[in-house]
């Protein structure tokens, strides 16, 4: 998975500096309201409502978009959007299977954007349950190291329920059982360690190499999915090794 993850973050990283700004403020958005609408507007007695709002300064998302989008979801303020989630499951090339998460108000827009841009990028629909055995649901937290060091990460985390530490190169990720991303969490804090973002995920239980070609179309695959307006997260059970990564860089 170490591929995987170096590509998930340093393409999170860019995605914060170039044109696609907009749009992750806008999936970021619509996390805040729907925490709120599902969970209470309260951040402290609401932990995902919490982490959305947590995540979305993290990524230098303006304070008023915030609390706006807060008071929508908790009904303190008219505009709130009927936000449905969908999840599409589908296979990119090489084999590669995908869960595509959706939070949409409109499920017909969402399921041709999805197609369309498998179908154009050498991907296809699955059946629902097809691939999503071959994912599991955890909790993954992104700690900068910023002079921390991973016996540091592991001291504070391990008693909390962390099942692991990686390296990917720029930060720490941590991975635990969903239901224990909050103890693990709160334990970094309460260790005075800052973190980038706590979020669940779904971590495939198999993966599959990729050679050069390969990960390129599926890189494409994936990007043009995370263009729609509808789509909030892609997953993937794929792996690229450092060496086809710097390929690609090159």
């Not at 827009?109 to 369309?116: D, K, L, P, Y």
């Not at 994912?135 to 002079?147: A, E, L, S």
Request: with cysteine; aromatic share 6%; glycine share 8%.
């Amino acid at each position: 998975m170490s591929g995987h993850s170096k590509w998930a973050t340093t393409k999170h990283k860019k995605a914060a500096l170039d044109a696609k700004r907009g749009k992750l403020f806008a999936k970021l958005i619509k996390n805040i309201e729907v925490a709120a609408r599902t969970g209470g507007g309260d951040p402290d007695a609401n932990p995902t409502l919490y982490d959305a709002i947590f995540k979305a300064k993290k990524n230098s998302v303006p304070n008023d978009n915030i609390e706006r989008a807060r008071k929508r979801g908790a009904g303190e303020e008219a505009g709130g959007a009927d936000w449905q989630n969908i999840t599409y499951e589908g296979y990119a090339p090489g084999g590669v299977a995908l869960l595509v998460e959706c939070l949409t108000d409109n499920r017909n827009r969402a399921a041709s954007e999805v197609r369309v841009a498998l179908t154009r990028n050498g991907g296809s629909l699955a059946d629902p349950g097809s691939v999503a055995y071959l994912f599991n649901r955890k909790g993954v937290i992104i700690v900068p190291k910023d002079g921390t060091s991973e016996d540091d990460v592991m001291l504070a985390v391990l008693d909390a329920g962390a099942e692991e530490v990686n390296d990917l190169g720029e930060n720490f990720e941590i991975v635990c059982e969903a239901g224990d991303l909050i103890p693990v969490r709160t334990a970094l804090q309460e260790a005075g360690i800052d973190y980038e973002s706590a979020d669940s995920s779904w971590l495939p239980s198999v993966s599959v190499p990729l050679d050069e070609d390969n990960a390129r179309k599926v890189f494409r695959l994936i990007e043009a999915l995370e263009d729609s307006d509808d789509v909030q997260d892609v997953y993937a059970n794929f792996d690229v090794s450092d060496e086809v990564m710097e390929q690609i860089g090159a």
